[in-house]
C-alpha cells in the first residue's frame, strides 16, 4: 500500500503517516479485529484516548503481532476529569497499564475546557496538564505533546506558555466542516492538523449523497469516502479514519492514483456546513467520564 509509504515532518524533526487508524468505542466494542486487521494491512500509526475504552485491545493487538513496538506510533489523550498536573501523570500511568507499555508516542489533551459551565480556570487548567506533559516527556513517558480541539485562541496560550511545542492538533474536519481558521492556525504555527471524523459521518447532513461529492467519486472512480479523504491530505492534514471491515480498511489507502485539482479543493473548502458532529470547545462537549477502573 503505497500510502503507508508517504509522511508528514512534525517540528521535532521526526515523521509521522499521513495517514493512521481510529480507534473510538463506539464503532469497535470489545472486538479486538479490526485492530487486528488494520496492523496486518500495514497501519502503523494508532489513535486512542483514555475515553474511548480501546486502550487495551490496541495493546493486546500490537504485542499479539509480534511486530516491535518501536515500529508503532501509538497517540492517546487526556480527558477533561484527568487535567491538571498531578491528574494528568496519573492518567498516564493509568493509559501505559491498559496498553502495557512503558511510553507512547504522542500524548493529547482531548478538550481544552469543560462543556456548558463557565469555566474561568480553563488556561491555568491546561497549562498546568502540559507543565506535566513536558515532565512525562523528560521522564520518557512520552515521546511528543499535542492537543485535540484546540481552537487559535485555545492554542495560542499553549504556545505562548510552554516548553516543548506541540506537534499536532486535532480537529473534527472534512467536506462540509473545514475550520479553515483553525487549520491555518496551526500551519502558521508549524503544528500539523490531524482530521477527526475525516468521513464525514455527521449526525445530520452526511457528505454521503452530497451532489458535490457524487460528482467528483463519479469523475475519479472513487467512493466519497475517498474523496474526503484526498482532499484533507491534499491540504496538509493527517488523517485517522475508523473503518470495521477488511474491505474498508483497504480502501482508505487507496489514495494514490488520483489527485483533486486545484479548483475542486477550493470548492470542497467552500462547501456549507455538512456533518458537524455538533461538538465544540467553547460551546458544547460531550459530557461523558473517564473510568480509571477500566484495565
Not at 512534525?10 to 472486538?31: A, M, R, V, W
Not at 492556525?185 to 459521518?201: E, F, H, I, Q, T
Not at 467552500?270 to 460531550?286: K, R, V
Request: hydrophobic share 40%; proline share 5%; net charge negative.
Amino acid at each position: 500500500m503505497e500510502m503507508l509509504k508517504e509522511f508528514f515532518t512534525l517540528n521535532d524533526g521526526s515523521t509521522i503517516p499521513k495517514i493512521g487508524f481510529g480507534t473510538y468505542h463506539e464503532q469497535f466494542g470489545n472486538n479486538l479485529d479490526p485492530i487486528r486487521t488494520a496492523i496486518k494491512v500495514g497501519y502503523r500509526f494508532f489513535d486512542t484516548a483514555s475515553l474511548y475504552e480501546t486502550e487495551k485491545y490496541l495493546g493486546q493487538a500490537v504485542k499479539e503481532s509480534g511486530i516491535p513496538r518501536e515500529e508503532f506510533i501509538i497517540e492517546t489523550k487526556v480527558w477533561y476529569d484527568e487535567m491538571g498536573y498531578e491528574g494528568t501523570k496519573a492518567a498516564l500511568d493509568r493509559s501505559l497499564r491498559r496498553l502495557g507499555m512503558d511510553y507512547v508516542d504522542i500524548y493529547l489533551i482531548h478538550w481544552p475546557r469543560v462543556t456548558g459551565a463557565p469555566d474561568e480556570n480553563w488556561k491555568e487548567r491546561d497549562l498546568e496538564t502540559w507543565r506535566a506533559m513536558e515532565e512525562l516527556v523528560q521522564a520518557g513517558k512520552v515521546r511528543r505533546l499535542g492537543l485535540s480541539n484546540f481552537l487559535p485562541h485555545h492554542l495560542k496560550n499553549i504556545l505562548d506558555n510552554c516548553t516543548i511545542k506541540p506537534v499536532v492538533d486535532q480537529l473534527e474536519l472534512h467536506p462540509g466542516y473545514s475550520q479553515e481558521a483553525a487549520v491555518a492556525y496551526c500551519k502558521a504555527n508549524d503544528v500539523v492538523p490531524m482530521a477527526w471524523s475525516p468521513l464525514g459521518r455527521g449526525r445530520e447532513n452526511a457528505t454521503i449523497g452530497n451532489a458535490v461529492l457524487v460528482r467528483l467519486a463519479e469523475k475519479y472512480g472513487k467512493s466519497i469516502q475517498q474523496i474526503n479523504l484526498k482532499f484533507l491530505l491534499q491540504k496538509g492534514i493527517i488523517v485517522i479514519p475508523k473503518a470495521t471491515s477488511e474491505a474498508h480498511i483497504r480502501a482508505n489507502l487507496e489514495l494514490t492514483d488520483f489527485a483533486l485539482t486545484e479548483e475542486e479543493i477550493s470548492m470542497l473548502s467552500c462547501m456549507p456546513q455538512t456533518a458537524w458532529l455538533g461538538e465544540h470547545p467553547d460551546f458544547y462537549i460531550p459530557d461523558k467520564q473517564t473510568n480509571p477502573d477500566n484495565i
